[in-house]
């Protein structure tokens, strides 16, 4: 007993003695100082070598950052690094709140990587094997292979119904061929997070991303309650369209009847041409013009950008922060099209929030307060190449043109939007589900969720694994939510701005051009913060309330 008692008592002492009052908040502040030394050079060469990487398609590039990325993980796959994280959270004492953010993160960027190394290997080659499966699968209709480009003009344009089945199938293929795989990858992800105390993996990705899957399932049950009725109106008016088109009636309406795989975008019906508008326009002069009279100068953003169309080069479009010291570039492929005057509003939106970061906070801190966040200012900003108002003022139109652009494009982003939601929810309560027991009847379980939220029917017969053929499941798991997120809060910062910044009482014929205020607002409130707040905290001091979906329903249902 005796034994027994000193054995605790010295315990007891052990973690004492690591709980160490104020010289804690010392320890961590050293700390913290060796790690940024060592993390900062290296994220900032990773980003520099997967800037040239993505401008010129160099595969020796695209190896040396692998390299690069390898190196950072190994910092933070630390054990006892993290041992010693772990304490100072576990102590409780850190008072100064920029202290106790850093080790909030760094305590999360740690966490996610403590994976024993042989686990994490395999997890690594599962998720190389399934994408390179994928990419170098073609389906096939009778017996000859299709790219997915074919399969979308044949779901666009095809009125014969059993070539738009075949050609629908011929995109879910490849789920068939992975899912095996697939399942695996997500029963080792599912075995790594256990090893940190976690229920499965999506409940450590959900924590890790400093959110909280009750929150979350609120948000999503209420965005469902609000467009449960407009969407099956808009449905209903829809589906007479489409089955008008194909001379059938809207109960025989399958899956291949509408224009997307996975019915997660508009339908060309609605889809509305605005590229005449765009036509022999400077797409980049139009932004530089547009954000400068916001009060967010990008000309040294544009300066350092790479902006148009170069063999080898990435073929769509990012924003980067190199270094969170201001050096932020563009990576675009412009071309006079409305889709691309979308696209760098929306890249700029995100380069405007890396820019005015307030470089005084810690490099941990200098980055946005959560990737919806900087998605929210990013579509909050694209959203503008198909408001008529702004439109008008920037393209001078006449006020029939913007008449006319405004018919249709309300129209239009009502559909998108609703739509969008609707798609989001199936993704996000799949993927909770999958990872909750990935060995149920999965495939029965994609479609139960697809004709509950999308209202589209099952295909007769037992279903396939085509869900898995959507790439986001291996790429990027259990990250769609984002994406909905972003948009609730570019509702809810158009909200806020319109009636408490402009002081309007209504958002009728807003442009959002040559108005200052906005820029102020966006950098002292949103940017300047970085990730100083953690994003709900942010989001309620900026706006003066947290998150709510009721923005984006009152923006887009009316
Ligand atoms: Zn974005």
Avoid at 151 to 165: A, G, H
Avoid at 314 to 328: C, K, M, T
Wanted: with cysteine.
């Amino acid at each position: 007993m005796k034994t027994l008692y000193y054995i605790v008592m010295s315990i007891v002492l052990i973690v004492l003695a690591g709980c160490g009052a104020n010289s804690n908040q010392d320890q961590l502040d050293a700390f913290i100082q060796v790690h940024v030394q060592k993390v900062e050079p290296l994220a900032t060469k990773a980003n520099l070598t997967y800037w040239d990487a993505a401008t010129t398609g160099k595969q020796e590039k695209f190896r040396e950052l692998e390299q690069l990325q390898l190196e950072i993980r190994r910092i933070y796959s630390d054990s006892n690094d993290f041992k010693k994280l772990k304490n100072f959270k576990e102590c409780g004492d850190i008072e100064n709140q920029r202290l106790a953010r850093q080790l909030e993160k760094l305590y999360l960027a740690y966490l996610q990587n403590q994976v024993e190394p042989q686990l994490l290997k395999r997890i690594v080659e599962l998720d190389t094997k399934v994408q390179e499966m994928y990419s170098n699968y073609r389906g096939t209709v009778d017996g000859n292979e299709v790219t997915m480009s074919d399969i979308y003009t044949i779901l666009t344009t095809e009125k014969d119904c059993n070539k738009r089945e075949a050609a629908w199938k011929a995109s879910k293929q490849v789920g068939d061929v992975i899912i095996d795989d697939f399942l695996q990858l997500v029963r080792l992800r599912n075995q790594a997070a256990k090893s940190v105390g976690f229920e499965n993996y999506h409940t450590l990705s959900i924590f890790t991303g400093e959110q909280d899957v009750e929150q979350l399932d609120r948000i999503f049950a209420e965005l469902s309650g609000l467009t449960d009725e407009p969407f099956k109106q808009l449905k209903k008016e829809l589906d007479q369209i489409l089955a008008d088109d194909y001379g059938i009636s809207p109960e025989d309406l399958m899956p291949w009847h509408y224009h997307d795989p996975f019915f997660q975008r508009t339908p060309l019906v609605y889809e509305l041409n605005l590229d005449s508008y765009y036509k022999d326009r400077d797409i980049k002069e139009l932004a530089r013009r547009y954000y400068a009279g916001a009060g967010l100068p990008v000309d040294d953003i544009l300066a350092r950008s790479d902006l148009y169309d170069r063999k080898g080069k990435y073929p769509h479009a990012f924003s980067f922060d190199a270094d969170r010291n201001g050096d932020v570039r563009v990576l675009a492929n412009l071309q006079d099209t409305e889709r691309w005057m979308e696209t760098i509003l929306h890249e700029l939106g995100h380069a405007v929030y890396s820019k005015y970061h307030d470089r005084s906070e810690p490099w941990l801190l200098r980055e946005p307060a959560h990737s919806f966040t900087t998605e929210a200012v990013a579509m909050f900003f694209g959203r503008l190449s198909r408001n008529a108002a702004w439109m008008q003022e920037m393209l001078k139109l006449s006020a029939q043109e913007r008449k006319e652009i405004e018919e249709v494009s309300t129209k239009y982003l009502q559909f998108q939007q609703i739509l969008f939601a609707r798609w989001a929810m199936v993704m996000y309560n799949f993927e909770k589900q999958l990872y909750a027991d990935p060995n149920q009847d999965l495939n029965s379980l994609w479609w139960d969720l697809v004709e509950k939220y999308q209202f589209i029917k099952r295909p007769p017969g037992k279903p396939d694994a085509g869900w898995a053929s959507k790439l986001h499941f291996t790429t990027a798991p259990c990250y769609y939510h984002n994406y909905m997120l972003g948009e609730l809060l570019a509702s809810q910062l158009h909200h806020h701005i319109v009636y408490n910044i402009f002081g309007l009482d209504s958002d009728r014929d807003l442009s959002y051009v040559g108005d200052k205020r906005l820029g102020r607002y966006l950098r002292e409130n949103i940017f300047a913060p970085c990730a100083l707040y953690h994003w709900d905290k942010m989001i309620t001091k900026a706006t003066g309330e947290p998150l709510n979906p009721r923005y984006f329903i009152e923006q887009f249902i009316r």
